[in-house]
């Protein structure tokens, strides 16, 4: 039997006419209402209700790689949230177009009346940096203050307890480092990618040989040699741990040798929903520096070199977040270590089963 409540509605249950009268419009408190004031405080609004859902689908997946084990369909389940993410990120970078349909001079109409605020305020916009795993010794600084200086006591309390919660970044590594497929039984992966390694520079060494000589051998020689190093360090952990140090990779070595694994087998069905997650968060990340760019454009666009609001440095401070904040770094430069079908050690029958 259906129960018939006369007071719940589509407004009701929206809180429409809540939402729709908190745009307050700070040129109109001047007696000179700037027409596009309404169209910067919807976008802005917009962003904040879209950050609020990104934070609740990141919480859910961290819950979900934080797990001793993860099944398949939990894993199903953070891939999906992941593609929610994915586009609302779109969405995010689109409004820009939207808000760039005001022209810097009508922005300039109101611009002086907002100028102690700025979206480098946004607390959601850090905690999802956070909750991602961006590593404060990593920020952009702006006007040589730590980002949490710029928030209000109550923001800059929540985003500090952030930095120490739980993050994407570390448990998409704990999760890695659980990938049981490296060492089976007899079968030692890592030695056997060494050893293919190995064959694959013998064998472009010896095409080298084949088709240069004098210096154009020597420097080709010499580029293939520093490429063999770089291949040495990722294949031993005490050298890799060493460059860790120094912040050239963050994962651990577990943890990369993992990824590696994943990307290199990723035909295999039963790798095909991390290979889906490792894909999903480059993307992420690749889509979080398009929109800083579109940002840092936009500003520049308006703003010219003037200071942004709030006092911030504008274009240059968002220039530097987008080279930056980068949070899964180690996996744009993982494809380096990649190498071809051809040259991959043949896995035993039997590992996907044990």
């Given at each position: 039997?259906?129960?018939?409540?006369?007071?719940?509605?589509?407004?009701?249950?929206?809180?429409?006419?809540?939402?729709?009268?908190?745009?307050?419009?700070?040129?109109?408190?001047?007696?000179?209402?700037?027409?596009?004031?309404?169209?910067?405080?919807?976008?802005?609004?917009?962003?904040?209700?879209?950050?609020?859902?990104?934070?609740?689908?990141?919480?859910?997946?961290?819950?979900?790689?934080?797990?001793?084990?993860?099944?398949?369909?939990?894993?199903?389940?953070?891939?999906?949230?992941?593609?929610?993410?994915?586009?609302?990120?779109?969405?995010?970078?689109?409004?820009?177009?939207?808000?760039?349909?005001?022209?810097?001079?009508?922005?300039?109409?109101?611009?002086?009346?907002?100028?102690?605020?700025?979206?480098?305020?946004?607390?959601?916009?850090?905690?999802?940096?956070?909750?991602?795993?961006?590593?404060?010794?990593?920020?952009?600084?702006?006007?040589?203050?730590?980002?949490?200086?710029?928030?209000?006591?109550?923001?800059?309390?929540?985003?500090?307890?952030?930095?120490?919660?739980?993050?994407?970044?570390?448990?998409?590594?704990?999760?890695?480092?659980?990938?049981?497929?490296?060492?089976?039984?007899?079968?030692?992966?890592?030695?056997?990618?060494?050893?293919?390694?190995?064959?694959?520079?013998?064998?472009?060494?010896?095409?080298?040989?084949?088709?240069?000589?004098?210096?154009?051998?020597?420097?080709?020689?010499?580029?293939?040699?520093?490429?063999?190093?770089?291949?040495?360090?990722?294949?031993?952990?005490?050298?890799?741990?060493?460059?860790r140090k120094e912040k050239f990779w963050r994962l651990s070595h577990k943890a990369l040798m993992a990824a590696l694994f994943i990307q290199l087998y990723r035909e295999q069905p039963s790798l095909q929903p991390a290979f889906q997650l490792i894909t999903h968060l480059l993307t992420l990340d690749e889509k979080w520096t398009v929109w800083r760019y579109r940002h840092a454009q936009m500003v520049l666009r308006m703003l010219g070199q003037k200071v942004g609001t709030g006092g911030s440095s504008g274009a240059e401070y968002l220039k530097?977040?987008?080279?930056?904040?980068?949070?899964?770094?180690?996996?744009?430069?993982?494809?380096?270590?990649?190498?071809?079908?051809?040259?991959?050690?043949?896995?035993?029958?039997?590992?996907?089963?044990?």
């Amino acid at each position: 039997m259906s129960i018939k409540n006369e007071n719940f509605s589509y407004n009701s249950y929206l809180q429409v006419e809540n939402i729709t009268s908190l745009q307050f419009l700070e040129s109109a408190k001047k007696g000179e209402p700037a027409h596009e004031e309404m169209l910067f405080i919807i976008i802005h609004q917009t962003y904040e209700l879209w950050f609020k859902q990104i934070i609740w689908e990141l919480d859910s997946i961290i819950k979900i790689l934080s797990k001793d084990f993860v099944p398949d369909s939990d894993l199903y389940t953070a891939n999906h949230r992941m593609l929610r993410i994915l586009e609302i990120q779109k969405i995010l970078i689109d409004q820009i177009d939207v808000l760039e349909t005001m022209t810097p001079l009508e922005f300039l109409e109101f611009r002086n009346l907002l100028f102690s605020a700025s979206g480098f305020q946004s607390s959601q916009f850090r905690l999802i940096e956070n909750r991602m795993g961006l590593r404060a010794s990593d920020r952009a600084m702006m006007g040589g203050c730590p980002y949490h200086q710029y928030l209000n006591a109550e923001a800059k309390d929540s985003v500090l307890k952030s930095e120490q919660g739980p993050s994407l970044f570390t448990a998409v590594e704990k999760w890695l480092e659980r990938t049981p497929y490296l060492q089976v039984d007899n079968y030692n992966f890592w030695q056997e990618y060494k050893n293919a390694v190995h064959r694959m520079f013998e064998d472009e060494a010896l095409q080298l040989q084949k088709f240069l000589q004098g210096e154009d051998l020597q420097s080709a020689l010499k580029k293939l040699g520093q490429e063999r190093d770089n291949f040495e360090i990722i294949t031993d952990p005490i050298k890799y741990e060493e460059f860790r140090k120094e912040k050239f990779w963050r994962l651990s070595h577990k943890a990369l040798m993992a990824a590696l694994f994943i990307q290199l087998y990723r035909e295999q069905p039963s790798l095909q929903p991390a290979f889906q997650l490792i894909t999903h968060l480059l993307t992420l990340d690749e889509k979080w520096t398009v929109w800083r760019y579109r940002h840092a454009q936009m500003v520049l666009r308006m703003l010219g070199q003037k200071v942004g609001t709030g006092g911030s440095s504008g274009a240059e401070y968002l220039k530097s977040a987008t080279e930056k904040h980068k949070v899964f770094n180690d996996f744009f430069k993982l494809s380096t270590f990649f190498i071809s079908s051809s040259n991959l050690p043949h896995l035993p029958q039997d590992i996907f089963n044990s």
